[in-house]
């Protein structure tokens, strides 16, 4: 098997594709997971991941009709930041339909092709936004836009987006993806979509998973600096831990108790 | 007999399942037993509303448990689905931590809890764990639970299952030692423990009242009080469940009864479905009658689907049981029970084993019939057992895979490793391992060195790691260099590791995991399985940790949870159970287990048969899954005939749903002696024995006896 065991072709597991075929085939192929610290210090890391993922639940909260002064963090001062600033300006300009937490996927490849996006806010017929929160310092302006993120979610909420539009048709044009950032005062980013772009992005997607499927084997990448931030650095021999400020990672929403409790599993 | 089919329903759907698959506006209630293929039908008809263009966000799929939701999960998941947004999963233990969490400035407020700081939410080792860290002091200072012989972990849960009851059903939490006691009539000093169990719960209530620590039980009286009527939360869950799904109801409590109710009552269209003659997690609270009555009244239509497909035989020897449980039947089918049983007796445990494996080589090599179509099941799975059977299975090259619903962190080689290191590496707790702990340490680790070796470098470093150096010229040559090198590599590491500031034990074992034991030279090195068992003791210790500090406690979390993780009440580690149920091999599995997994198999072997399991109920003390149930008179007196036929019930239950998941032989496997050496007078051989002698008299037969 050379697919994802998920069934499903994701930002982060194509990212690790291109990054390192064989992180790809030990993270999700095998799912192997390894205990070793992602970057260093570990403390820092563990405050910076529970600071955003706190952050992206408040959003969500904000969403669910949630007022946002309600949630003002008193126990810390950075996030107290990033909240001011969201109540200032996250939200501004959006569409009013909005939807926290969406999951969308299309068939592709013999799998399907998914998305997870932090907000999607809805004018049906004329504009579908997808907002991601950038809770780090470290993502730059400039490589968004040729971002696989920014690929994989403009190509499925274009494919897909009518399932929040009550079925009025979504083209490319409508589509638009808002980069904002939490942790500064750099303006949001707005990449719109347009055909071109799509069909660009079908092609080269369409490529990129094919090129996945044919593969036999599963090399090390040639680029060490690439090691930094791979868990699996003992199983390759491949050197320490990267510096957490180099690190441009995203930290994964949920509500905690990731464990089956004793009535019910809670997912 | 099957329905009839739809013509020209080129799938083969019966008039039934068409039904259910196309039901437009509107509730449908429907009923069957295991096997009448409504959840086959529920996953056409999410295909096809999916296909249809409903938005999948709008879909919620509820199940008891996750693993129920499998088959649905398999479609979803799949590339046959339409584009479009993902329907939404849900439990209601999802359901009410996700109500909690989304509204919880509101629900802290109006219950009074801390405003201010984030919630805590406790899994059952968790809240078990707390229970023990509170409950304690009173253990010591007031004798409480002094009368009770069972281990502390077990005593906890039981309190626990006991407050998560509370809130399912729907009764005061300060009440469950009065209901126990009024129902009790046997000896005095039973009234005794109930009112440590009531002591118990209110002191861990009032803790988690304080603190914003929430456990299951307080989770759900939180989202029913201050969620659930929240116009805000009300539009947000409705808006999710536009169409529903809702399988297995009858394995969920009255408290998901009612809420899921609402929902049916409020969206486009819901199926909801139970099975007939299950309700196999009585002892969480589960509640057919509840289902049966809040949710067929929250429907508009009905549905009874008959098993498809099914077998007369085997529809026969589920009547036969049923009549030889206590239950009348009416009219005994015609159809010989017998056509797919065999019987396999053996003197002793082990070769009964032996016979079943020759059994299942069989069915493999010269029937051809695919690992994964046979299961192995019992009332227990013990460690032994398993290693026996799987010993025996893999010898003659047959797969196995083992579905039991947690392992403990410290019975892993690894993890016992991992913690005799954090003991050397940090003197200051004055815990110091034993020769033999040190020996296991490198035996485990080091590439290449055997016991003999491994225990003498443990002698010699006389409790501490000392240098390879110091050792005598001898003993380095008898060791080897190249091993000396690798224990010299760990021995370092933790003494660089002693010379500065301590860090949290999660890191530590992930540090000392990533620089050393998972190097070249070491067996960890390319080893996953060993990777993972590490994986799961860093979660837990960084939970714990997590845990503890969002918790106003003034105690050392590393030490606590070293002994917690030793004494079994910490490190409970989840198996993923779908992935076992993707794997390929002969499945070993509780009983119970199998049925909540529902699994259909082509031939199933009953282990152990004549053992008493098959018919006792949990032993639960301290607490009691009826006499705790809405179905519950409060006030009566609990009878030695309630337990007969609550057992007799339990072991039907049991047997025909086995017998429904089975399509072609049931081995009824037993030996003279049990796993322990003891004489074995099961009640299901028993049963079994009334039928062969039942069917020989109608057929005026003689028996032999089984
Ligand atoms: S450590 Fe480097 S070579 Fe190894 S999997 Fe990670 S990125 Fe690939």
């Known amino acids: ?267 | 007999m099957g329905q009839a089919l739809v013509e020209g329903d080129e799938m083969g759907w019966s008039e039934g399942q068409t039904r259910l698959i196309e039901h437009g506006r509107g509730g449908l209630w429907v009923r069957g037993v295991a096997g009448a293929g409504k959840t086959t039908a529920a996953v056409e008809r999410v295909r096809r509303l999916l296909g249809r263009g409903v938005a999948g966000h709008t879909v919620m799929i509820c199940t008891p448990q996750r693993l129920l939701s499998r088959p649905y999960r398999g479609f979803v998941g799949g590339a046959e689905r339409v584009m479009g947004s993902d329907p939404q999963f849900m439990t209601f233990g999802r359901l009410t931590q996700y109500g909690v969490g989304l509204y919880w400035p509101w629900v802290a407020e109006a219950a009074g809890l801390p405003t201010g700081v984030q919630p805590t939410f406790l899994d059952a080792e968790s809240a078990q764990w707390l229970m023990g860290l509170v409950v304690a002091p009173q253990m010591a200072q007031a004798g409480i639970f002094q009368t009770v012989k069972l281990p502390r972990a077990r005593i906890y849960g039981q309190v626990l299952d006991n407050m998560n009851k509370a809130a399912l059903v729907g009764f005061d939490v300060h009440t469950i030692g009065e209901r126990l006691s009024r129902a009790w009539s046997g000896e005095v000093s039973q009234l005794r423990m109930y009112e440590d169990v009531q002591t118990a719960a209110d002191l861990f209530r009032a803790y988690c009242l304080e603190t914003g620590a929430l456990d299951y039980s307080l989770t759900v009286e939180l989202f029913l009080r201050h969620v659930w009527p929240l116009p805000a939360a009300r539009a947000h869950f409705e808006a999710m469940a536009r169409h529903m799904i809702y399988d297995n109801c009858e394995e969920d409590a009255p408290a998901a009864h009612h809420v899921f109710a609402e929902l049916v009552g409020t969206c486009e269209s819901a199926v909801v479905m139970l099975d007939d003659e299950a309700n196999y997690r009585r002892f969480l609270g589960a509640d057919e009658q509840s289902a049966a009555g809040v949710l067929a009244e929250a429907c508009d239509e009905s549905l009874v689907l008959e098993p498809y497909g099914d077998v007369e035989a085997r529809r026969a020897l589920v009547g036969h049981f049923a009549v030889s449980f206590g239950f009348e039947r009416g009219e005994l089918p015609e159809a010989d029970p017998f056509v797919g049983v065999e019987r396999l007796s053996a003197r002793l445990f082990p070769d009964m084993l032996d016979r079943v494996a020759e059994r299942v080589a069989a069915w493999v090599k010269d029937d051809g019939v695919p690992v994964n179509e046979i299961a192995l099941v019992s009332p227990y799975v013990s460690d032994g057992l398993l290693f026996a059977m799987r010993y025996r299975l893999e010898r003659m090259g047959i797969e196995t895979r083992s579905l039991r619903p947690s392992r403990m962190l410290r019975q892993e080689p690894v993890v016992r490793c991992l913690v005799t290191l954090a003991y050397l590496a940090h003197p200051a707790w004055g815990i110091v391992p034993t020769v033999e702990d040190i020996g296991h340490v490198l035996v485990t680790v080091i590439e290449g060195l055997d016991p003999v070796r491994a225990a003498l470098l443990a002698s010699v470093s006389r409790k501490r790691f000392s240098p390879f150096e110091t050792l005598v010229a001898a003993m380095q040559e008898r060791v080897t260099l190249a091993l000396g090198e690798r224990y010299e590599r760990l021995r370092r590491w933790v003494e660089a590791y002693q010379q500065g500031e301590p860090i949290a034990l999660d890191h530590f074992f992930s540090r000392v995991y990533a620089e050393v034991l998972s190097r070249r030279g070491f067996r960890m090195h390319g080893d996953f399985e060993m990777a993972q068992a590490v994986a799961a003791l860093v979660d837990s210790a960084a939970s714990y940790r997590l845990m503890m500090a969002a918790l106003p406690m003034e105690v050392d979390s590393a030490v606590l949870y070293l002994e917690g993780l030793s004494s079994g009440l910490l490190g409970q580690r989840s198996l993923s159970e779908p992935d076992v149920l993707e794997g390929a091999g002969v499945l070993i599995a509780p009983a119970y287990t199998f049925l909540m997994a529902n699994q259909f198999v082509t031939h199933q072997v009953w282990l152990d048969a004549g053992s008493g399991g098959w018919t006792e109920r949990l032993a639960q003390p301290l607490a009691h899954p009826y006499v705790l149930s809405a179905q519950w008179e409060d006030g009566r007196v609990w009878t030695g005939i309630d337990e007969g036929l609550s057992a007799a019930q339990g072991a039907y239950r049991l047997i025909a749903g086995l017998l429904r998941r089975c399509r072609g032989t049931v081995v009824l496997a037993s030996s003279e002696y049990g796993e322990q050496g003891m004489p074995q007078q099961g009640v299901l051989l028993n049963a079994f024995g009334r039928i062969v002698r039942r069917v020989a008299k109608r057929e005026g037969r003689k028996t032999d006896g089984v």
């Open chain 1, 1 to 267: 098997m050379t697919t994802p065991r998920s069934k499903r072709f994701t930002q982060t597991n194509l990212e690790d594709y291109l990054a390192c075929a064989y992180r790809y085939w030990l993270a999700h192929v095998q799912e192997v997971r390894c205990p070793a610290p992602e970057v260093e210090p570990l403390t820092d890391w563990e405050v910076q991941t529970r600071r955003g993922s706190r952050f992206h639940r408040m959003a969500e909260q904000v969403v669910a009709g949630v007022r946002a002064d309600l949630l003002d963090p008193k126990d810390d001062a950075i996030l107290a930041e990033w909240w001011a600033r969201f109540k200032r300006d996250a939200m501004r300009g959006l569409p009013t339909t909005r939807y926290a937490e969406v999951s969308l996927s299309v068939p592709f490849g013999g799998l399907r092709l998914a998305a997870k996006l932090d907000l999607l806010a809805v004018e049906a017929g004329k504009r579908l936004v997808i907002v991601d929160y950038k809770t780090n310092k470290k993502a730059s302006p400039k490589s968004l836009r040729g971002r696989l993120q920014t690929q994989i979610y403009r190509y499925v909420v274009a494919r897909a987006g009518s399932a929040f539009t009550g079925g009025v048709e979504v083209k490319p044009e409508h589509v638009e993806m808002r980069y904002w950032f939490a942790a500064d005062e750099r303006p949001s980013v707005r990449l719109v979509y347009s055909q071109a772009e799509f069909e660009a992005d079908e092609a080269e997607l369409t490529a990129l998973v094919e090129r996945l499927r044919a593969q036999t084997t599963f090399p090390k990448t040639d680029d060490v600096s690439r090691c930094g931030f791979c868990t699996y650095r003992s199983v390759c021999d491949r050197g320490q831990a990267g510096w957490v400020e180099e690190h441009d990672a995203e930290p994964v929403v949920g509500w905690g108790g990731e464990r089956e409790g004793l009535f019910g599993d809670v997912e």
